[in-house]
């Protein structure tokens, strides 16, 4: 017997009428930050669903929906999600199932976020795209009542994680740091028009006392703390489906092998909070910052 995935998902997720998350949201950032481990834990919540990196939203916004149809559509999820979004959620099956052409992308994307989310038997959809930070007025258009979780890290960490990183390409010191205060700042500037639905946590604040900041972001959903958030068996291991998994071997530290390997380990790693101080090579650029010198001492990481 053929099973027909397609007819199963029509049978299960129609098309119209147009549905919706029970909350919606994007979690944002400058890369390097830390979205990743908020990510891992929310999406250990009962009612919270937070997918790999889906990254296709912005070119699908550009393109006119009602000119595309099912293969299409798969096409630009393949080409812009960097992780094997198949083995987290059948999109293909999925679009199969409907029907062409779709009118309208926010009806859409909002089907499709509740389709993920039934499948896991969950209600509430976070992404976790962090360049998505530059992109927020385009966002609320389509998601008037989206909330964001802006995380800001150390720029000295991130500069120094970004030139360990392959796929971020060759930056400098300075340009490191430039580039972190204009992504900030852009992600600050549409936040501060948000109103509660926009919250600012500092990764090195998170790491260390995570009970302390889940309570404010899971009240924004109406949702409570649960302890398996924070029971490392209960984290879903994106890395597990990246697309490349031996690139991220490259750029892990010694110090977090260690931690990931480790029996009974904790479910936040925190010995990478300002690494820069730890390392001669790093600390010796300490200091250094004076030409973003303002919007570091606004996030408290200069005295």
């Known amino acids: 017997m053929v099973l027909d995935i397609g007819r199963l998902w029509r049978r299960r997720q ?3 009428p147009a549905e919706r998350p029970s909350g919606l949201g994007f979690i944002v950032g400058t890369g390097r930050c830390g979205t990743t481990i908020l990510a891992q834990i929310l999406n250990a919540h ?32 393949e080409a812009y999600c960097p992780y094997r979004l198949e083995r987290f959620f059948d999109y293909r099956a999925y679009l199969l199932a409907l029907d062409y052409p779709q009118q309208d992308l926010a009806v859409f994307l909002n089907n499709f ?15 976790q795209t962090p360049w998505y930070g530059q992109h927020l007025p385009m966002l609320a258009t389509l998601f008037p009542e989206m909330h964001v979780i802006h995380m800001v890290r ?15 390409g060759k930056i400098t010191y300075e340009e490191g740091l430039r580039r972190w205060e204009k992504e900030v700042r852009v992600i600050r500037e549409f936040g501060n028009t948000m109103g509660s639905r926009f919250v600012e946590i500092r ?31 209960s984290l879903f291991d994106y890395g597990s489906i990246f697309k ?43 200091g250094k910052t004076e030409c973003i010198a303002e919007t570091m001492a606004l996030y408290g990481y200069l005295p």
């Open 113 to 127: 976020f509740v389709a993920i989310c039934r499948q896991y038997g969950k209600s509430a959809f976070l992404e």
């Open 46 to 77: 009962s009612k919270i669903l937070v997918p790999p990196e889906l990254q296709f939203i912005p070119t699908l916004q550009r393109q006119s929906v009602k000119q595309l149809r099912a293969r299409e559509i798969a096409s630009l999820i």
């Open 154 to 168: 150390d720029p000295r960490d991130v500069v120094f994680s970004f030139q360990r990183t392959p796929f971020w």
């Open 244 to 286: 490349t998994p031996d690139l991220g071997l490259t750029y892990h530290s010694p110090e977090y092998r260690r931690w990931r390997d480790a029996a009974g380990r904790e479910a936040v790693f925190q010995d990478n909070v300002y690494a820069w101080k730890r390392r001669p090579e790093y600390s010796a650029l300490y």
């Open 203 to 233: 990764y090195e604040d998170f790491v260390q006392a995570p009970l302390k900041f889940l309570p404010q972001v899971l009240g924004n959903f109406g949702f409570s703390f649960e302890e398996t958030m924070i029971q490392p068996s």
């Open 14 to 16: 129609p098309t119209l």
